[in-house]
């Protein structure tokens, strides 16, 4: 199963943009790319979801090199309610199940 | 639409009891189900799986258990909880597209376990 490595923690500022960069050199070639945003005592929500180049949809968009050893969540202009734990993760060979890290938390101030 | 629903939303309950959680999808039909838990300010861990009626695959060996009675209910169980066993348990439901992998998982709203 490809492991994924993301920053512990961010901070941004209203409006800002934000990228948070995923390192995953392990990934295989049937392997996508998903990031799912958990705000406390929620489940985590699917956000985006690409296999390589650019996915973009109406909350982020999802860069994916040639290589596709990392990928970039790009929250654009974010804001408060956009503090959040944001997860990277890899789909396991099978598709039967997916390995969360501790993901990244966003803090954004006003 | 597709709903996930688990209950209850909080519990607390003392060293030693049992314990059940059921979780129930509607408007799909054969998914994937999964147990999760968290720990306080730590990212999801996987505890169960299940393919279909019936399959359950564990991840973590511990004194908890998992049954799929039904296609479209999951349930969480133990016969003596531990202190360790307290919680954010959540459910998901996923399912496959096509040949290539991308279980995308879509989790319920959580039950918080307390273990006294």
């Known amino acids: 199963l490809a492991k994924t490595t993301q920053p512990i923690s961010m901070d941004s500022y209203e409006g800002q943009e934000v990228n948070i960069t995923c390192s995953h050199n392990n990934i295989a070639t049937n392997d996508y790319i998903t990031w799912y945003q958990q705000f406390p005592s929620q489940g985590p929500r699917f956000i985006i979801q690409?296999?390589?180049t650019k996915v973009t949809n109406e909350v982020a968009s999802l860069f994916i090199p040639a290589d596709r050893k990392s990928s970039t969540l790009s929250l654009p202009r974010v804001s408060l309610s956009d503090t959040a734990v944001y997860y990277c993760l890899v789909g396991a060979q099978g598709g039967d199940k997916l390995i969360f890290g501790t993901g990244t938390r966003l803090q954004v101030f006003p | 639409s597709q709903t996930i629903h688990q209950w209850p939303a909080t519990l607390v309950q003392p060293v030693g009891s049992p314990l059940s959680l059921e979780c129930t999808v509607e408007?799909?039909?054969?998914?994937?189900l999964y147990w999760y838990r968290q720990a306080a300010g730590r990212g999801l861990q996987l505890l169960f799986y299940s393919v279909g009626i019936g399959q359950i695959s564990s991840e973590v060996p511990q004194n908890l258990s998992a049954s799929r009675p039904q296609d479209r209910q999951f349930i969480l169980s133990s016969k003596k909880l531990l202190l360790s066993d307290s919680g954010f348990y959540l459910c998901?439901?996923?399912?496959?597209?096509?040949?290539?992998?991308?279980?995308?998982?879509?989790f319920g709203p959580g039950t918080r376990l307390t273990v006294l």
């Open positions: 408007g799909t039909s054969n998914p994937n």
């Open positions: 998901a439901w996923g399912v496959l597209r096509g040949q290539l992998t991308t279980d995308t998982q879509y």
């Open positions: 690409g296999y390589k």
